[in-house]
């Protein structure tokens, strides 16, 4: 079964300062990784995956095998960085063709 | 272009009471997915389609739950005698195909009493 894990309920920061959101994830396959974004009333929107390598705000998520993880990162965090953060996972062909997502993490920039 | 959309956006019914949620995806799109969140959690993949045929319904809890897709656009998904463990967030996402990026709605908050 595939499982996606976001450990931090909540991760609070100030701004300028760095900003780390972890995510594991357990499949048997070769996985699609993606990181999903939701500002406050709004709906749920792609912030990046990993096929596209790209940087998108300022964010950039390395898929690590070995440690299973796709931890999203951000070198200077800004206050409109606050939102809620998804990590989901897709095993296209070998899974569910649905996406599986964490629970979710709580980021709060403080000013 | 017009995103997906959903409706209602909020529901209230009571226990027992039958609901259909609606979802119309972006122009286009051939692969529709339903998800359920519940409070402090993250979606939870209920079914999918291509085109008109539904391809997976594993996430589906149990028989009360049914999605269906006529004619390749809009998707109704329904739940039967709704239960107050029924109540969620129900998102919908469309995309191009199967492995392309998918654009989600704004959701349908349900809350049965």
């Known amino acids: 079964a595939q499982r996606v894990t976001q450990p931090e309920k909540l991760l609070s920061v100030f701004k300028g300062a760095p900003v780390e959101l972890k995510c594991n994830y357990s499949?048997?396959?070769?996985?699609?990784l993606f990181w999903y974004v939701q500002y406050s009333r709004q709906r749920l929107q792609l912030l990046l995956r990993?096929?596209?390598?790209?940087s998108i705000k300022g964010f950039t998520a390395d898929l690590n095998k070995g440690e299973t993880s796709f931890h999203l990162k951000k070198p200077f965090a800004q206050e409109e960085d606050s939102a809620m953060y998804y990590c989901?996972?897709?095993?296209w062909g070998g899974g569910a063709d649905g996406l599986t997502f964490g629970k979710g993490t709580h980021l709060i920039i403080q000013p | 272009g017009a995103g997906v959309s959903q409706s209602p956006r909020y529901k209230v019914t009571k226990r027992g009471q039958d609901v259909a949620l609606r979802c119309d995806p972006i122009?286009?799109?051939?692969?529709l997915y339903w998800y359920r969140q519940a409070l402090g959690q993250g979606p939870e993949f209920l079914t999918y389609?291509?085109?008109?045929?539904?391809?997976?319904k594993s996430g589906l809890p149990n028989d009360r739950f049914s999605a269906e897709r006529p004619e390749g656009s809009i998707s109704t998904l329904t739940i039967q005698r709704t239960e107050q463990r029924d109540s969620a967030m129900y998102r919908c996402?469309?995309?191009?195909?199967?492995?392309?990026?998918?654009?989600f709605g704004p959701g349908t908050r349900l809350l049965v009493l």
């Open positions: 996402a469309s995309s191009l195909g199967v492995e392309e990026t998918q654009y």
């Open positions: 122009s286009g799109h051939v692969s």
């Open positions: 389609f291509n085109y008109e045929a539904q391809q997976d």
């Open positions: 499949y048997s396959g070769s996985p699609e």
């Open positions: 990993h096929i596209s390598r790209e």
């Open positions: 989901a996972l897709s095993g």
